[in-house]
């Protein structure tokens, strides 16, 4: 059973940067195909942000096109999301975890973490 841990949010002024974390235990984070970042702001349903396949491939929400950047590190079985110019529309709850597969981001192959909060003030 792999346990997702994110970590790196926190307050941030408009037009910063956060770079967050997802730590996998239990499990490679390789051995999935698809490992994404979700987000879930207040009242809204959770989304997906940017997914990374097993051969880094990446693809983005559009609102994230050119803002972040997902990677990552196989060694440390760590995924990454570098957020930059962020905005107050940015604040949220943001979790990682893997979508099934690219074209079906809803169901996902992991319990869900605590998560770790963003938010961006004006």
């Known amino acids: 059973q792999v346990q997702l841990v994110e970590s790196g949010g926190g307050l941030v002024q408009v037009g910063g940067s956060l770079r967050l974390s997802c730590a996998a235990s239990g499990r490679s984070s390789t051995s999935f195909d698809v490992m994404g970042w979700y987000r879930q702001a207040p009242g809204k349903q959770r989304e997906l942000v940017a997914h990374?396949?097993?051969?880094?491939?990446?693809k983005y929400a559009e609102y994230a096109k050119g803002r972040f950047t997902i990677s990552r590190d196989t060694a440390k079985n760590t995924v990454y999301l570098q957020m930059n110019s962020l905005k107050p529309e940015d604040t949220a709850v943001y979790y990682c975890?893997?979508?099934?597969?690219?074209?079906?981001?809803?169901?996902?192959?992991?319990?869900w973490g605590q998560g770790t909060q963003v938010t961006v003030s004006s």
């Open positions: 990374i396949t097993r051969g880094g491939t990446t």
């Open positions: 975890n893997a979508p099934m597969s690219t074209a079906i981001s809803t169901l996902v192959l992991a319990s």
